[in-house]
Each structure stands twice: as C-alpha cells, then as structure tokens.
C-alpha cells in the first residue's frame, strides 16, 4: 500500500479545464499501476483513466476518452488527470488509487486510496 492524496478541485464552468494531482508517497509507487475513478451524489463510483507503472499503457472510460488525460511522473511520486472540455456530468468527488499490479478498471483492485477532491462543473 502506499498514501495518497488528491488536489486540484474546484469550481469551474462548463467548458474549462482542471487539472488534479495524486501525491503518493514511498518508493514503490513507481512500480504501482494508478488509477481515478469519481461518485457523484446519488451514483456508484465509476471509473475513469487508469495508467500502469511506466506510464506507457492508459485507459479511458468511453464518457471521458478525448478529453481527459491520466499521466504520471514516478521521480516526483505523482499522478495527474488533465480534465478539458469539462461538462456538468462531470461534476463528482475524483479519487486517486492504485494497485501494485497492472492497470485496472474495477475499483475493488485498487488497495490504496485517496481522500477524494471535489469538481464541480457549473452551467
């Protein structure tokens, strides 16, 4: 396991971009395939980007492919999400995980998790 911890939420409107960060601390994070998924009010987590532990495989759920953008840099043990062309369906708490295995969709492989950081999308 290692800790995580998300930033870069906020408040932003329909159209902008945002982009969030998972610090991870230990070493080993750099051999651990992360990945982000969100909940919004009322709905299951859902996956969105996962990469693997060189950063040379990712993928994307359908609802973000195109406009979203997960990447990693293992020398500052730190995982990002570009987020562009946000909509209003985007709008959830954004969670950073990962798993010392490859990259995975299923939110139950992932043994390490972050506290979670709002977006909000508006109009």
């Known amino acids: 396991q290692v800790q995580l911890v998300e930033s870069g939420g906020g408040l932003v409107q329909a159209g902008d971009s945002l982009r969030l960060s998972c610090a991870a601390s230990g070493r080993t994070f750099r051999t651990y395939a992360v990945g982000w998924f969100r909940q919004a009010p009322g709905k299951e987590r859902e996956f969105v980007a996962t990469?693997?532990?060189?950063?040379?495989?990712?993928y994307y759920a359908d609802s973000v492919k195109g406009r979203f953008t997960i990447s990693r840099d293992n020398a500052k043990n730190t995982a990002y999400l570009q987020m562009n062309s946000l909509k209003l369906e985007d709008t959830a708490v954004y969670y950073c995980?990962?798993?010392?295995?490859?990259?995975?969709?299923?939110?139950?492989?992932?043994?390490?998790w972050g506290q979670g950081t709002q977006v909000t999308v508006s109009s």
């Open positions: 995980a990962a798993r010392p295995y490859g990259p995975a969709t299923a939110w139950s492989g992932y043994d390490s």
């Open positions: 990469i693997n532990w060189s950063g040379g495989i990712t």
